[in-house]
């Protein structure tokens, strides 16, 4: 989306006080993101924010109290909306590795299109102090739950009781630090080719390395075959 709504119109305008207030908050915040996504958190510095988002150093501090406090909001904003967006794709019918895969497709596609919130959310975050670090985890916890019933999928092939409880932590690290690579070294274009691989990452696990090749192949045939009727 377009973070940065238009500016308000000067003088008299008749908008009433909670649309302009909401207005300035969100330009602030759209204007945080992309100059962290773009000049890294140490480029996101009051000024810069108040000048993009043209809004005054006053009413930035009615909204926040120092630059770290309005990259947590942004933050928090950009972590809502992916998974908003990660839960509507999950909620759809479908198997759990189909529900998966729509999660996974779903991540990749919307962080190639949105670079400057893919890089607020792997790369700067670990640049902001402790609390965006505590923000970060609560947000990989907060994915957890699409793998958790690769146990159930374990159990109908007698082979939960040998997966540790904290797998769905180990792959949804694996998964972050093979992003955050690509975010860092600006190749978030390439992220949704590796959806074949991430999905068997996450489903082997699992359902063991046939069965995850399996299912894995199922998406990276469908975006081969979506790229060949586009071409």
């Not at 540790?164 to 093979?178: H, S, Y």
């Not at 955050?180 to 063991?208: D, H, I």
Request: charged share 25%; net charge negative.
């Amino acid at each position: 989306m377009d973070w940065t709504p238009a500016q308000l119109p000067s003088g008299r305008h008749g908008l009433s006080r909670e649309f302009v207030m909401n207005s300035q908050r969100t330009r602030l915040l759209g204007a945080a993101i992309v100059i962290a996504g773009a000049e890294g958190y140490a480029g996101m510095t009051v000024s810069a924010v108040i000048a993009k988002a043209g809004v005054s150093r006053k009413t930035f501090y009615e909204f926040f109290s120092d630059r770290e406090d309005i990259f947590l909001a942004a933050f928090d904003l950009v972590v809502e909306r992916a998974l908003d967006g990660c839960r509507a794709a999950y909620e759809q019918e479908g198997s759990w590795t189909e529900r998966l895969r729509r999660v996974l497709e779903q991540g990749l596609t919307a962080l190639a299109e949105h670079p400057h919130e893919a890089r607020m959310g792997f790369v700067e975050v670990l640049a902001a102090g402790p609390r965006a670090l505590q923000r970060r985890d609560a947000a990989m916890r907060e994915f957890m739950q699409f793998l958790a019933p690769g146990y159930d999928a374990a159990a109908e092939r007698d082979g939960a009781e040998r997966i540790p409880p904290l797998m769905p932590e180990a792959i949804v690290g694996a998964i972050f630090e093979i992003v955050y690579a690509r975010v860092l070294q600006e190749r978030t274009a390439e992220l949704p080719e590796l959806l074949e691989q991430l999905m068997y990452c996450a489903l082997a696990p699992f359902l063991g390395p046939a069965e995850a090749a399996a299912e894995a192949a199922v998406g990276g045939e469908r975006r081969r075959a979506a790229r060949r009727k586009s071409a």
